[in-house]
């Protein structure tokens, strides 16, 4: 039977890191599995392997609405293998970007051995040239220079990016989308302040944008004002409730601000949105603890030794932990 994919793009922020480690941006992997009559295919195993400057894969599979997320992946060129289950054959999408950009419309749509959703229809035959620019070519032209800016971003050109976003921000000052990408260009030159107002404003011109909360929090958060952090997570999970990247910051935050009841509340849900991430078992098991939950907390680091790849990055610590614990009981 033959099957295809559609996929989106990433749209999301970086996630918690120390500041040291900010140059190099996280993001959320996500998109969509579907049959060619655009039917959801649960199950669908997604294998992400990673083709930047230290190889790395991630797994994750399709949800019963044919959904799949895996938050915390490098941002990068990958490589992405569908596997359906029964089918021996896998399906492989080479050099797709996984990137913290905002992409001018959300989200492009790519579908296998068709052209992709996004690319313009060809123009028609005979047809008369304008006399001068429409607006729609003007708006044409600043996304144009807006994807040139988002280009550059993704390949390294952080300056050369700023400055495309700049000229556009200096037709159209009124972009939200535009004063993010610029927020996450500053933030990749350490530019922190620089960085903070301008996903601001982005957040004033839309109030419904949540992608500057969840990033300004990153900056809040790194900067040690971990309350104020809080306030803006909140506020990017009101905006955008099933976004695992948030709501898994914000677990984070309030786990070491203090609030495990919070934390254990957020861990919870987040495990309902990603139930195949184990990093959530390990975080939800250091949450209880610290709440008293001697055996609940134990269930979960069994559960994360027990589905946790090798490699992953609190395996001996989890293992270390559930012996000791055991040892007390």
């Known amino acids: 039977m033959r099957w ?19 140059a190099q941006a996280r993001a959320k992997a996500e998109g969509y599995v579907l049959t060619q009559e655009g039917e959801p295919i649960p199950d669908v195993e997604i294998v992400l392997v990673y083709k930047g400057h ?3 894969k991630y797994k994750t599979k399709t949800d019963k609405n044919g959904y799949y997320v895996h938050v915390n992946v490098w941002d990068g060129i990958y490589d992405l293998v569908f596997t359906r289950p029964g089918d021996e054959q896998s399906v492989t999408i080479n050099d797709f970007r996984v990137t913290d ?22 123009p028609a035959e005979g047809q008369a040239e304008p006399q001068g620019p429409t607006p729609e070519e003007r708006a044409a032209d600043l996304a144009s220079q807006l994807e040139r800016g988002n280009a550059a971003l993704a390949d390294g050109d952080v300056d050369g990016a700023i400055a495309a976003y700049q000229e556009v921000l200096a037709v ?6 535009v004063h993010h990408n610029l927020g996450l260009a ?7 302040d620089e960085a903070g107002e301008e996903f601001r ?12 909360h969840g990033a300004l929090a990153v900056l809040l958060a790194n900067a040690g004002h971990r309350d104020e952090a809080i306030v803006e997570l909140e506020q990017a999970v009101e905006l955008d409730p099933e976004n695992v990247e948030y709501l898994y910051n914000l677990a984070i935050l309030y786990r070491d601000s203090g609030k495990p009841r919070e934390a254990e509340e957020a861990f ?29 907390a134990i269930a979960r680091l069994e559960k994360y030794v027990e589905i946790a790849p090798d490699d992953a990055p609190n395996k001996a610590s989890a293992q270390g932990m559930l012996d000791a614990l055991k040892k007390q009981q």
Do not use: C
């Not at 295809?4 to 900010?22: D, E, F, H, N």
């Not at 404003?201 to 500057?212: R, S, T, V």
């Open 268 to 296: 919870v849900a987040l495990e309902e949105l990603d139930p195949d991430n184990p990093e959530i078992q390990y975080h939800l098991a250091t949450t209880l603890l610290g709440l008293g939950k001697m055996d609940e």
């Open 186 to 192: 500053y933030k990749r030159k350490e530019m922190w």
């Open 101 to 122: 950009i905002v992409a001018p419309e959300k989200p492009p749509v790519f579908r296998i051995g068709s052209r992709p959703s996004n690319e313009p229809p060809p």
């Open 172 to 177: 159209a000052p009124d972009l939200p989308e």
């Open 54 to 56: 230290q190889p790395q």
């Open 201 to 212: 404003k982005a957040g004033e011109l839309d109030p419904d944008f949540a992608e500057p």
């Open 4 to 22: 295809s994919t559609r996929i989106t793009a990433v749209l999301a922020a970086a996630l918690l890191l120390p500041a040291a480690a900010a």
